[in-house]
Every structure is written in structure tokens, then in C-alpha cells.
């Protein structure tokens, strides 16, 4: 099992833990200069993000917040913008953390999609959806509900002649807890490597509040179980999935779990498959 702990480790280039505040300063400036390194080699001035209310989202708008508004004290450009979108669907039940979060990023510019009538719509013209049942249904237009988030951002990105930030992390690749093709995809993703805990390191060192760092992590795209944990999904808790990640001993089921989990999910983290060349 120790062998598959650093494949996997290595494979999403998971960060070691951070020793001590100057470490987390360093990993900031980097990341901050990865995302101004995305703009100036794309020759596009804005970035898009949705905003969930979440930690890594959270985190990723303080940082490209922060890149932004870095190039433009540089003098590489007034108009370099950070646009971040508010998605709900239908009412956000925790509608006063996402604008929290908002409050915290103060980003040039918000804008609210609501999704809802969206993803309605598609479930009413989509035969294939009638004969499954209520949990099916739920969960397929859950991931409906990612995509269509991913679909208003790159919509407000072309608009815009700019690029989508991506929340993903190591500690949600190695589950595959994203939904391919939607907030799975993405221009660039300024927090890959990073485990969970270090995403709330980081969100702490940037001035986010206490509510955000700490908060349950949840998808809450299903109807049925709104607001379920990420962690009971999981079958194993964050602590668990940072500590195997980063090399550490955890129990064999933990193990098990996550190395299964991995190796089901592998097609989420690979391009589309084509033919091979005879």
C-alpha cells in the first residue's frame, strides 16, 4: 500500500506540509504568480471564477484577486479583472456564506447567475431521465447542475476574452469528487497540489474569516440530501485523505478507500481516450 501512497502522491504533485507561516507566504506569492504567468501567456486580461461560499473557492478568488490587482500595481495593465459569479440554483441555502465570501474576495466585479430555470428546463426536454428513480434522477441532474454552473462561467469568460479558474485540489482529485466537464473543467487551477488542510492554511494566511476556513465542505448539487458532507460521501474524512496523500500512516480501511476510489475515478482525470497510432 505504501507504493501506491506515493504514485498517487506523486501523480497530483501534492505539496509536502508547509513548515511554519513563512512557508504558507511562499506557496501564496508562487500560486499568485502561476495564475499572472496563465494570463500574460494566454494574452487575455480577465479571470473568471464561481463563487460558492466554500474554502476553495473562496481561496482561489483571493488569490486571483490578488494577481489581478498585482499586475495592474506593476503597470502591465488597467484592465486586468477579476470576475467572480455568484451560481445558485434556485435559493442558496447557505446564500449568506457565498455573499460573505464575495465580501472577503472583493473582487472587481460580481455577477449572479441563477441556474435553476436552466437546469429545469434541460430536466423537462430530456427523455432519458423519465425512468429513473427519484435518488437517480437527483444525482444526474446534480452533475447537470456543475455543468451548467461551468457553462454560465465560460460564457461570461468568452464574453469577457478571459480565462476560468478551477477550484480542484489533491484532496478531491484523488477522490474524483468533481463532475467531468463541469467544475471539473477549466482553464487554469491554482490550488492543485494542495490537500485540504493546507487550502484552509492558505485561506487563513489571505484574511478570510474563521466561517469560511472552517466550514463543512459540501457539493449541496443533490435536491434530496441538500447540504450532504463531502466527507460522507467519502467514507473517510479529510484528515484521513491529507494525511495518506502526504505520506503519512492511516488506517487500512482509510487506505483502501481512497486507493479504490482513486483507481474508479481514474477516467475523470484523464483526456479523452483516442486511437492509437498502428
Known amino acids: 500500500m505504501h507504493s501506491r501512497q506515493q504514485e498517487i502522491a506523486a501523480a497530483l504533485n501534492v505539496r509536502p506540509p508547509f513548515d511554519g507561516p513563512a512557508a504558507i507566504r511562499a506557496e501564496i506569492d508562487s500560486r499568485v504568480s502561476f495564475i499572472q504567468n496563465c494570463l500574460r501567456e494566454s494574452g487575455l486580461k480577465t479571470l473568471v471564477l464561481g463563487i460558492s461560499g466554500g474554502v476553495d473557492s473562496t481561496t482561489a478568488g483571493l488569490l486571483a484577486q490578488r494577481a489581478v490587482e498585482g499586475m ?3 503597470g502591465e495593465g488597467d484592465d486586468y479583472r477579476f470576475i467572480a459569479v455568484r451560481l445558485p ?7 449568506a456564506e457565498a455573499q460573505l465570501a464575495v465580501d472577503t474576495i472583493q473582487p472587481d466585479e460580481c455577477h449572479t447567475v441563477n441556474i435553476g430555470a436552466a437546469v429545469q428546463g434541460l430536466s423537462r426536454a430530456t427523455e432519458a431521465l423519465e425512468p ?3 435518488e437517480a434522477r437527483d444525482f444526474v441532474l446534480g452533475n447537470t447542475k456543475a455543468r451548467m454552473r461551468m457553462v454560465a462561467q465560460y460564457t461570461i469568460a468568452n464574453a469577457r476574452q478571459g480565462l476560468v479558474i478551477g477550484t480542484d485540489h489533491a484532496a478531491e482529485a484523488v477522490m474524483g469528487f468533481f463532475t467531468k466537464f463541469g467544475d471539473g473543467a477549466c482553464d487554469l487551477t491554482p490550488l492543485a497540489g494542495l ?3 493546507q487550502v484552509r492554511e492558505i485561506a487563513a494566511a489571505l484574511g478570510a474569516p474563521a466561517q469560511l476556513v472552517k466550514k463543512v465542505p459540501t457539493a449541496d448539487l443533490e435536491e434530496l440530501k441538500p447540504g450532504k458532507p463531502d466527507e460522507d460521501a467519502y467514507g473517510v474524512t479529510y484528515l484521513e485523505i491529507d494525511a495518506f496523500l502526504q505520506g503519512f500512516e492511516v488506517s487500512e480501511e482509510a487506505a483502501r478507500i481512497i486507493v479504490e476510489t482513486y483507481d474508479k475515478s481514474r477516467h475523470k482525470r484523464e483526456m479523452p481516450k483516442e486511437p492509437q497510432r498502428r
Request: net charge neutral; proline share 0%; charged share 25%.
Open 72 to 74: 495592474r500595481a506593476a
Open 89 to 95: 440554483y434556485q435559493v442558496q441555502h447557505d446564500e
Open 132 to 134: 429513473l428513480s427519484a
Open 195 to 197: 490537500v485540504k488542510g
